[in-house]
Structure formats: structure tokens, C-alpha cells
């Protein structure tokens, strides 16, 4: 027995689908191969028809040598050898057929599956995402759709059509001769038992497998993402140390399968090969003794030789079955996947919102945060008027981010309520939430897709061709862009039509920031949500978003999370978060005057800002002569006042 190799990502196992049979398991595909059954079912009846020829053949045989062989009469093969060829090609013709009948909705069921897969994954709530690594949910909608469709279009038509071929065999041999039926039948009972245990330990290496894969998709995705890191911390043999190990467990996994897959085919191929030997025996023994003609003897043969195949082939399509089911079962873990944040069934709607947000008795906690830890947010109340800009400051790491995510729901609250205008954000539909909600992150991705459509992406009424929305497109996009001090855009090989994302034009990290912003700007929401969106830019681009920001944000209500002082300087007031709540609002300076802890936050963003800015310049941080420490932007304003 091989070792056995644990699965490099538990939740993986513990939302598995409940175990069922195979078959009670793959039935579920029906929901989407519905449609294409009576393709599958014509598919199945071309190949059986085919086979059905194949076992006629042999009757004809027999006839031959009775009949014109037996007599000497050469006249009478011709027409007999004909009809053997006529036969030979209408069952090539019917195998042509059946290939040909499932192509088509074979290949729909699965793009029917992987639209309904990606439906779901854009439906799922961030926290399935944080749990699922990304190379499980590629080598599901790829590699395991894929497999999927080569079972129905293949594997079921023709486990189907062998097994009717078999009883039907299997019918004949025993109405040839009983007795030669019955050995044949009985000698075959041992291939029933192999097959049986053959599923059990199969399967459970088929899951295993499966998902190796997809954690070694996931390290590849990973290595890829993260090859400048890897080159820059030299890691990358370490990681390709790592990435031997997973690929080490996946080829033993893949070798105990092959093992398995090798005893069954053991016993698939001694089994009938026994059978013929006794039968051949016993016929032999029959002939002898005038009970069978030679003609039956070698039409009994002929046609034993002919359910050689579908018998043989029971190894394989069970097997192919159960890889099948495997599929199967990971594609239903994602999407019987729970969406914890669903739409309301009757919706509130907001025509035109004021943009007041507030966040009260606001708790929340992280799913997989240890039982030892209290909640993150621990009793959030703050109040931002419409227009206000708030500016959220807090030590890293005090839940500043999540907030953020709880205003348009990529998380909901544990407890209390976020509400826009009086509004809880839950009562809203998701679509509406965000349009009056726009977020940019620090982590600025862009989509695959030019700058236009990127920066547009939350405004998709402006998508369309008549002039009009064209001309608003255009002014919308500008203005944007504007504000984002992303006029490097009009400058890209193609300008703003110039693919960007990953398979388009390498973008900086300060432009990427920049068309992330611009794009939440040009959603023109009530409440603009901005996680630090500014922190790659340089001091002087930066003091220029902050001039056109400050424009928009009359009009809209903004939350910023701050990580430079200079940030802060954007807004009407602040909140300190601290410990899990906010413990002090109001204006920079009134804050600096009046908490030490909001002194300590500036200090060590105004430290981490100058290591930031030392380090891009390539300088080497050394104490100013007297040995003083620099004055912190709280001295400079107290001297000022
Ligand atoms: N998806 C997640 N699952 C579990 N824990 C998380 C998740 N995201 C963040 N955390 C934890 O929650 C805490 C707060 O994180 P958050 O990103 O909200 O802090 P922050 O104040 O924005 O930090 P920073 O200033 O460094 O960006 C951290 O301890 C972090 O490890």
C-alpha cells in the first residue's frame, strides 16, 4: 500500500459533498445534461445498434460453415460474405454516428456547467473566497468540467450500450448452448467482486487526486503572481522545493491509482480468458459427441470474442466513472456552497440617496478567528453626515480594512448595523448597495480589459452605443481620470482603448492606484469608500489627487482609511479606531490636542511614511546630528498653534 497523503487543504475535505453512491452522485449532473439526454440516448442506441451488428456476424459465420462450406457449394458464400461486409460497414457507420451526435451537446452541457460554476463564484461572499485558494476552483472549472464532458459523451454512452450488449451476449451464448452460457456467466462472477472493492479504494484515491491537482494548480498561480517577490527574496528554489513536494504527493497518489486500476484490468483480462478456455474445453468435448455443430462451436466463439471488448472495457469505464463522480462531487462543493449574503426578498430602494452613512454597535469577527480572540469590531458607532469626509486612523492591523468591507457587504456584520441614509445596508439589493457605494483598495486590480473599460466598470448603463451615452462614456471617463491624475492613460500605446490587467500593459503600482481610483470616482456614488488608495504615489502626485479629490468628495460622503498623515489633512474629521471601536471623533488638530493614542497613531504613520520615502529614494536613514528625534507632525502643529 502506498503512503497515504493527506489533502494540503482540510476545508477542502470538510465541505465535501455528503458521501453517496456513484450513481445517486453523478444523477445530480441530470439538472444540466437534461437537455442533451436525448443526444446521450441516441448516442447510447447508435453504439448498441453497432454492436448488436458486431454480434450478428457471427451468426452469419456459422451459416457459412454449416451451410456452403459444409456442402462445397461455392456459389452460395458470395452473397453470405457480402452481407458480412454490408454489416462490418453499417456498424463502422453507426460508431461514426454516435461520435458524431454527442459533440455538440456534449460540449454545451459543459459550458452550461462552467457558467453556472462562475455565476456561483461571483455570487459566493468574500469569505468563501478567503477560504477556497484560487488553483481548487480553476482545476474544477477546467480540468474537472472537461473530464465531466468526456464521461457523458463518452463514458456513460458507452458504459451504457456495453452492459445492454453483454445481457444481450451473454442471452445468445445461452441460447447457443446452455451449458457453455452458464460456465461462461458463472466464470465471470469473480469480475463483479473485483469491481466492487475496485470502486471503494478507487474513488477515494480518484478525490485525492483531484484535489493535489488543484493545490498544485494554486502553487503555480501563486509562484506566477508572486514571481517578483520570489526572485527578489531569491525563494525561488524554495518554492520549487515546495512545489516538488506537492507535485512528489500527486504522482504517489497517481501511482496508486495506477496500481489499483492495474489489478482490476488483472482480473478483467484472466476472468474471460478462463471462461473461453473451459468453454472451449466443454465445446470441444460437446462437437465430439455430436451435441454441437462446428458451425455453433465457432459462432459461439465468434461471439464470445466479439463480448470481449465490452467485458474488458468494464475496468476502464468503471474507473472513468468513478473519476467522473469525483468531478462531479467538487464541482456541487462549490455549488451547494452556502451564500451567506443573499438579497433580500423585498428590497429597499433609494432613488436618490443623501449619503449619510453610520455604523452602530457594530460588531464582527472573522470566521476562522480563534475562540481565544474577542470580536475585531467591538461595538462601532460613528456617524458620517452626507458630504462629510471622514478620515478612519488607526494602529495596523485594528480592523480599519474590514470596516471598510462592511459598507458595501463583502462581509455582514456579527452584530449591529451599517445603514445608508437610515437604510440597513442588508435591506438593500446587492446591485443597488453598490451603486451608492464605491470602494478603491490599496490593492488596486484591474481587469483584463482596456482602461476605459476598466475605469467604467461600475457604470455599466454606459456601456452602450448610441451617441449620447457614448458622449457621456467619454465625459465620465475624462473627468475621472481627471481626478485620478491618471492623464499617463491617454499616453499607452492604444490610450485609453490600451489593454491593461494581467495580460495587458505592465501599469506601476501608483498607476494601477490611480485607475482604481478613477474607477470608483467615475461610479459617481453617495458614499465613496477609498482603503488607502493613494499609499504608491509619490508626495507631489499624491498632493494632486488630493486637490481634484477634494472637489468630488463635496458632493459625496467619503470614508478614507488613512495610512499618511497627509491623507488625514483631506478630511472634515477623523475617527480613531482603537481596541475594536472608535474612541475618538472630530478634527485632526482637535484630535492631536486632545488623545495621546491619536499622537502615537500619527507618530508611527508620519515614521512609517519617512522609512517608506527613504527607502524609494535609496537613502540610508540616519539620526539627524543632535541625536534629537525628528518632530512628529503633532509638534509641528502644537508649535504652530
Ligand atoms: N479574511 C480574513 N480572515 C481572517 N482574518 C483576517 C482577514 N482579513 C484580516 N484579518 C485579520 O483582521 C485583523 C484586522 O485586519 P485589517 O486588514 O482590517 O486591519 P487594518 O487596520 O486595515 O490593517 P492595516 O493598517 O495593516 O491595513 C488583522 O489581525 C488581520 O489579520
Given at each position: 500500500m502506498s503512503e497515504s497523503v493527506q489533502p494540503q487543504h482540510p476545508h477542502v475535505a470538510t465541505e465535501?459533498?455528503?458521501?453517496?453512491?456513484t450513481l445517486r452522485a453523478l444523477w445530480r449532473l441530470r439538472e444540466f445534461a437534461g437537455p442533451a439526454m436525448p443526444a446521450f440516448a441516441g448516442s447510447m442506441a447508435a453504439a448498441l445498434v453497432a454492436q448488436l451488428i458486431a454480434l450478428t456476424i457471427p451468426q452469419v459465420l456459422a451459416q457459412i460453415v454449416d451451410g456452403p462450406l459444409a456442402d462445397g457449394d461455392?456459389?452460395?458464400?458470395a452473397p453470405l460474405t457480402l452481407l458480412v461486409f454490408a454489416l462490418g460497414t453499417a456498424e463502422a457507420l453507426l460508431y461514426a454516428l454516435r461520435r458524431w451526435l454527442v459533440v455538440g451537446p456534449g460540449t454545451k452541457v459543459e459550458a452550461r456547467m462552467r457558467n453556472a460554476l462562475y455565476a456561483k463564484l461571483q455570487d459566493l461572499p468574500v469569505s468563501f473566497h478567503d477560504r477556497w485558494p484560487s488553483g481548487q476552483l480553476l482545476s474544477r472549472a477546467v480540468s474537472d468540467l472537461g473530464l465531466i464532458r468526456r464521461w457523458l459523451s463518452f463514458g456513460l454512452v458507452l458504459t451504457g450500450a456495453n452492459l445492454v450488449i453483454i445481457v444481450v451476449g451473454v442471452g445468445i451464448l445461452m441460447s447457443m448452448n446452455w451449458l457453455l452460457g452458464l460456465i461462461f456467466l458463472v466464470c465471470s462472477l469473480p469480475l463483479w467482486w473485483a469491481g466492487w472493492r475496485f470502486e471503494g479504494q478507487y474513488s477515494e484515491q480518484s478525490r485525492l487526486s483531484q484535489d493535489q491537482a488543484g493545490d498544485l494548480a494554486t502553487a503555480v498561480e501563486e509562484s506566477v503572481h508572486g514571481i517578483r517577490v520570489l526572485k527578489a527574496f531569491g525563494r525561488g528554489k524554495h518554492a520549487l522545493s515546495t512545489f516538488r513536494a506537492q507535485a512528489e504527493s500527486l504522482r504517489r497518489t497517481e501511482i496508486e491509482k495506477a496500481r489499483l486500476d492495474a489489478n482490476i484490468w488483472v482480473w478483467i483480462m484472466i476472468v474471460p480468458t478462463v471462461a473461453l478456455a473451459i468453454c472451449l474445453i466443454v465445446g470441444v468435448w460437446l462437437t465430439a459427441n455430436g451435441q454441437l455443430s462446428v458451425g455453433e462451436l465457432v459462432a459461439f466463439f465468434a461471439t464470445a470474442t466479439v463480448l470481449a471488448w465490452p467485458i474488458e472495457s468494464i475496468g476502464f469505464f468503471l474507473a472513468f466513472a468513478l473519476d467522473a463522480r469525483t468531478a462531479t462531487d467538487r464541482f456541487f462543493d462549490i455549488l451547494d456552497s452556502?451564500?451567506?449574503?443573499v438579497d433580500p426578498e423585498q428590497p429597499r430602494h433609494l432613488a436618490r440617496p443623501k449619503g449619510e452613512l453610520a455604523f452602530s454597535g457594530v460588531h464582527f469577527r472573522y470566521q476562522?478567528?480563534?475562540?481565544?480572540?474577542?470580536?475585531?469590531?467591538?461595538g462601532v458607532d460613528l456617524v458620517i453626515e452626507p458630504g462629510e469626509t471622514m478620515a478612519l486612523v488607526g494602529?495596523?492591523?485594528?480592523g480599519k480594512t474590514t470596516m471598510t468591507s462592511l459598507t458595501t457587504r463583502l462581509y455582514d456584520v456579527t452584530a449591529g448595523s451599517v445603514t445608508v441614509d437610515g437604510v440597513?445596508?442588508?435591506?438593500?439589493s446587492r446591485e443597488e448597495l453598490r451603486t451608492h457605494v464605491a470602494m478603491a483598495f490599496e490593492d488596486a486590480t484591474l481587469f483584463s480589459a482596456s482602461v476605459r473599460e476598466n475605469v467604467l466598470?461600475?457604470?455599466?448603463?454606459?456601456?452602450?452605443?448610441?451617441p449620447e451615452v457614448v458622449a457621456e462614456a467619454e465625459r465620465v471617463l475624462t473627468e475621472a481620470l481627471r481626478i485620478a491624475q491618471a492623464g499617463f492613460a491617454y499616453d499607452l500605446?492604444?490610450?485609453?482603448?490600451t489593454k491593461v490587467g494581467e495580460e495587458g500593459m505592465s501599469l506601476s503600482g501608483g498607476q494601477r492606484q490611480r485607475l482604481a481610483l478613477a474607477r470608483a470616482v467615475a461610479a459617481k456614488p453617495a458614499v465613496l469608500v477609498l482603503d488607502?488608495?493613494?499609499?504608491?504615489?509619490d508626495v507631489a502626485t499624491e498632493a494632486r489627487v488630493e486637490a481634484e479629490l477634494r472637489s468630488v468628495l463635496a458632493s459625496t460622503t467619503a470614508l478614507i482609511v488613512a495610512h499618511r498623515p497627509s491623507t488625514v489633512t483631506l478630511a472634515d474629521r477623523v475617527a480613531l479606531l482603537e481596541d475594536g471601536r472608535v474612541t475618538a471623533v472630530g478634527t485632526h488638530s482637535e484630535l492631536l490636542r486632545e488623545s495621546e493614542h491619536y499622537r502615537y497613531v500619527i507618530s508611527s504613520l508620519e515614521d512609517e511614511e519617512r522609512r517608506g520615502r527613504e527607502e524609494r529614494q535609496g537613502l540610508e536613514t540616519r539620526p539627524p546630528s543632535s541625536g534629537a528625534p525628528r518632530p512628529t507632525e503633532f509638534e509641528r502643529e502644537e508649535a504652530a498653534s
Amino acid at each position: 500500500m502506498s503512503e497515504s497523503v493527506q489533502p494540503q487543504h482540510p476545508h477542502v475535505a470538510t465541505e465535501s459533498t455528503p458521501r453517496v453512491g456513484t450513481l445517486r452522485a453523478l444523477w445530480r449532473l441530470r439538472e444540466f445534461a437534461g437537455p442533451a439526454m436525448p443526444a446521450f440516448a441516441g448516442s447510447m442506441a447508435a453504439a448498441l445498434v453497432a454492436q448488436l451488428i458486431a454480434l450478428t456476424i457471427p451468426q452469419v459465420l456459422a451459416q457459412i460453415v454449416d451451410g456452403p462450406l459444409a456442402d462445397g457449394d461455392a456459389a452460395a458464400i458470395a452473397p453470405l460474405t457480402l452481407l458480412v461486409f454490408a454489416l462490418g460497414t453499417a456498424e463502422a457507420l453507426l460508431y461514426a454516428l454516435r461520435r458524431w451526435l454527442v459533440v455538440g451537446p456534449g460540449t454545451k452541457v459543459e459550458a452550461r456547467m462552467r457558467n453556472a460554476l462562475y455565476a456561483k463564484l461571483q455570487d459566493l461572499p468574500v469569505s468563501f473566497h478567503d477560504r477556497w485558494p484560487s488553483g481548487q476552483l480553476l482545476s474544477r472549472a477546467v480540468s474537472d468540467l472537461g473530464l465531466i464532458r468526456r464521461w457523458l459523451s463518452f463514458g456513460l454512452v458507452l458504459t451504457g450500450a456495453n452492459l445492454v450488449i453483454i445481457v444481450v451476449g451473454v442471452g445468445i451464448l445461452m441460447s447457443m448452448n446452455w451449458l457453455l452460457g452458464l460456465i461462461f456467466l458463472v466464470c465471470s462472477l469473480p469480475l463483479w467482486w473485483a469491481g466492487w472493492r475496485f470502486e471503494g479504494q478507487y474513488s477515494e484515491q480518484s478525490r485525492l487526486s483531484q484535489d493535489q491537482a488543484g493545490d498544485l494548480a494554486t502553487a503555480v498561480e501563486e509562484s506566477v503572481h508572486g514571481i517578483r517577490v520570489l526572485k527578489a527574496f531569491g525563494r525561488g528554489k524554495h518554492a520549487l522545493s515546495t512545489f516538488r513536494a506537492q507535485a512528489e504527493s500527486l504522482r504517489r497518489t497517481e501511482i496508486e491509482k495506477a496500481r489499483l486500476d492495474a489489478n482490476i484490468w488483472v482480473w478483467i483480462m484472466i476472468v474471460p480468458t478462463v471462461a473461453l478456455a473451459i468453454c472451449l474445453i466443454v465445446g470441444v468435448w460437446l462437437t465430439a459427441n455430436g451435441q454441437l455443430s462446428v458451425g455453433e462451436l465457432v459462432a459461439f466463439f465468434a461471439t464470445a470474442t466479439v463480448l470481449a471488448w465490452p467485458i474488458e472495457s468494464i475496468g476502464f469505464f468503471l474507473a472513468f466513472a468513478l473519476d467522473a463522480r469525483t468531478a462531479t462531487d467538487r464541482f456541487f462543493d462549490i455549488l451547494d456552497s452556502e451564500n451567506t449574503i443573499v438579497d433580500p426578498e423585498q428590497p429597499r430602494h433609494l432613488a436618490r440617496p443623501k449619503g449619510e452613512l453610520a455604523f452602530s454597535g457594530v460588531h464582527f469577527r472573522y470566521q476562522d478567528a480563534p475562540d481565544r480572540f474577542g470580536d475585531l469590531l467591538d461595538g462601532v458607532d460613528l456617524v458620517i453626515e452626507p458630504g462629510e469626509t471622514m478620515a478612519l486612523v488607526g494602529l495596523t492591523g485594528s480592523g480599519k480594512t474590514t470596516m471598510t468591507s462592511l459598507t458595501t457587504r463583502l462581509y455582514d456584520v456579527t452584530a449591529g448595523s451599517v445603514t445608508v441614509d437610515g437604510v440597513d445596508v442588508r435591506a438593500f439589493s446587492r446591485e443597488e448597495l453598490r451603486t451608492h457605494v464605491a470602494m478603491a483598495f490599496e490593492d488596486a486590480t484591474l481587469f483584463s480589459a482596456s482602461v476605459r473599460e476598466n475605469v467604467l466598470l461600475g457604470r455599466p448603463e454606459l456601456a452602450g452605443d448610441a451617441p449620447e451615452v457614448v458622449a457621456e462614456a467619454e465625459r465620465v471617463l475624462t473627468e475621472a481620470l481627471r481626478i485620478a491624475q491618471a492623464g499617463f492613460a491617454y499616453d499607452l500605446p492604444d490610450g485609453v482603448d490600451t489593454k491593461v490587467g494581467e495580460e495587458g500593459m505592465s501599469l506601476s503600482g501608483g498607476q494601477r492606484q490611480r485607475l482604481a481610483l478613477a474607477r470608483a470616482v467615475a461610479a459617481k456614488p453617495a458614499v465613496l469608500v477609498l482603503d488607502d488608495p493613494l499609499s504608491a504615489l509619490d508626495v507631489a502626485t499624491e498632493a494632486r489627487v488630493e486637490a481634484e479629490l477634494r472637489s468630488v468628495l463635496a458632493s459625496t460622503t467619503a470614508l478614507i482609511v488613512a495610512h499618511r498623515p497627509s491623507t488625514v489633512t483631506l478630511a472634515d474629521r477623523v475617527a480613531l479606531l482603537e481596541d475594536g471601536r472608535v474612541t475618538a471623533v472630530g478634527t485632526h488638530s482637535e484630535l492631536l490636542r486632545e488623545s495621546e493614542h491619536y499622537r502615537y497613531v500619527i507618530s508611527s504613520l508620519e515614521d512609517e511614511e519617512r522609512r517608506g520615502r527613504e527607502e524609494r529614494q535609496g537613502l540610508e536613514t540616519r539620526p539627524p546630528s543632535s541625536g534629537a528625534p525628528r518632530p512628529t507632525e503633532f509638534e509641528r502643529e502644537e508649535a504652530a498653534s
